[in-house]
């Protein structure tokens, strides 16, 4: 599980999230959605270890020591001369690092996870060469072979057609029925409703979470539009909980 | 005149023609791999500053030991790694780009050394500094070159993996503990070796001549990093001898014929080569034929 304490995080130095509490509990999926700026990005790098809280503790157990992170604007040079089949092995970095080289069973999952995200075939095809569809499947098969116990995806259906989105959805629920942790950053709510049992309803601090129907309420969607307009960029940091 | 007049007897019959071409072959092989990855991180022109960043090592270097190729190659050494890891350290510790840091830290080196020659050295010793003189390549000269480009043909080879990563998907690399920083440094290292190297013969203000020229090109008819790589070496060395023989014939000075002749091969690339160029934009082959 991954367990917020009083968690609060800071984006260029201004609060973007505060006093976050609570537990992504192991096996979950959980789709985070709020407005813009509601710190949900913000949120997930944290998560991912990528950036450090401001304030309060994030702890996680034994199990999810490893995350993977798929930003929503990856740094990746897309023009990049590199084939599809080099970019989806290096999913295997934590297992070859600088120096080790990969083997045959490991070029063949690779292939494998191609097959599975749809672009059996595409193995030699320079990056350069592929749709933002296609592309975002190359990812989802990295992903695959990174094999962590817990994945955070910020919103991977972005300008992504409808026919890629329903295969990565796919691909999202068999990680959940696997037992993995999913987290991802969504906006489209109807999909929301349909593919992820919870919901954190995010608006620069926590509007609700737990069960996706009893989050995405009208009421609770309200608040949060009207939290999100009260964004204060000069914010302080507030005082410890102990102290209000 | 026969073509064995033309193209081998200046190499067979004059030992500084002969030590020149081995020099630009040296400097060739580690500049294809060392402009290739240049291009692809998209620091050209920071290749430049730094090569124009050794100068005061460089002069330093002079100024306490005379024209001795150990000397100035030291001193090139210790300014051009300053140059970089300052330029370097700016971009990650400051929201400034690498493009702009560069080009102050490498400025203020160049008037450094700029200085430090005119105090101490006479105006010539200036122009063999700025545009070096290939033909006059002592073997000990050679020794150096051959060896400082050796140590980055072998460096990039043992960290291939993680420098075209850190180029192609930094992300990842921070993400799974993999040092992009640390492949940055070594590259930027291995990058001054190659340009130390490269300045004992083209001095500093060309001495990207024969690395970033034909990486450049190369983009026009590779697209693998591996043959990018390759086909920079290839074009590097044929600019270095077609430059030496017409500096032969033509009685021009090397190192800039090399350089023009390695631009040529640029242009003729950009106009004619078999991936992206101006030829395959304008007159494209039929799509489909029925």
Known sequence: MIALRDLTVAYEGHPAVHHLSGVFETGSLTAVVGPNGAGKSTLLRVLAGMARPAAGRLERSAAHERITYLPQLPEIDRFFPISVLDTVLLGYWHAVGWFRGIDAHQREQALHALATVGLAGFAQRPIATLSAGQFQRVLFARLILQNAAALLLDEPFTAIDARTTRDLTALIEAWHRDGRTVIAVLHDLEHVRRHFPQTLLLARECIDWGPTERVLTAANLQRATQMSQAWDPHAEFCAPVAAR | ?290
């Open chain 2, 1 to 290: 005149m026969s073509v064995h007049a033309l193209v081998v007897a200046p190499f067979t019959e004059h030992g500084e023609v002969r030590r020149a071409l081995v020099g630009c072959l040296a400097i060739a092989l580690g500049g294809g791999p060392i402009g290739t990855l240049l291009v692809l991180r998209r620091m050209s022109l920071m290749g430049d500053s730094l090569s124009h960043g050794v100068l005061p090592g460089v002069a330093l270097g002079f100024l306490v030991a005379g024209p001795s190729i150990g000397a100035m190659s030291l001193g090139g050494l210790v300014a051009g790694l300053a140059v970089a890891l300052l330029s370097g350290l700016v971009a990650r510790l400051t929201p400034q780009h690498e493009d702009a840091s560069f080009a102050a830290f490498y400025l203020t080196s160049l008037a450094l050394g700029v200085l430090l020659v005119t105090r101490a050295g006479r105006d010539e010793d200036l122009v063999h500094i700025l545009f070096g003189d290939l033909l006059a390549l002592a073997p000990d000269g050679l020794i150096v070159i051959a060896g400082l480009t050796s140590v980055t043909v072998i460096g990039c080879a043992l960290i291939y993996r993680p420098l075209i990563v850190a180029c192609f998907d930094p992300q990842l690399l921070r993400a799974a503990g993999g040092r992009p920083a640390l492949a940055y440094a070594l590259f930027l290292g291995l990058a001054v070796l190659e340009l130390v190297g490269a300045f004992q013969a083209m001095g500093t203000l060309m001495a990207l001549g024969l690395v970033m020229l034909p990486a450049a090109a190369a983009r026009f008819w590779a697209r693998a990093v591996w043959s990018l790589m390759a086909t920079s070496v290839a074009l590097g060395a044929g600019a270095g001898v077609v430059g030496l023989l017409a500096a032969y014939h033509a009685d021009l000075p090397a190192g800039a014929a090399i350089v023009l002749v390695a631009g040529a091969v640029y242009v003729g690339s950009v106009a004619l080569g078999a991936r992206d160029s101006l030829r395959a934009r304008y007159f494209p082959r039929a799509h489909v034929r029925a």
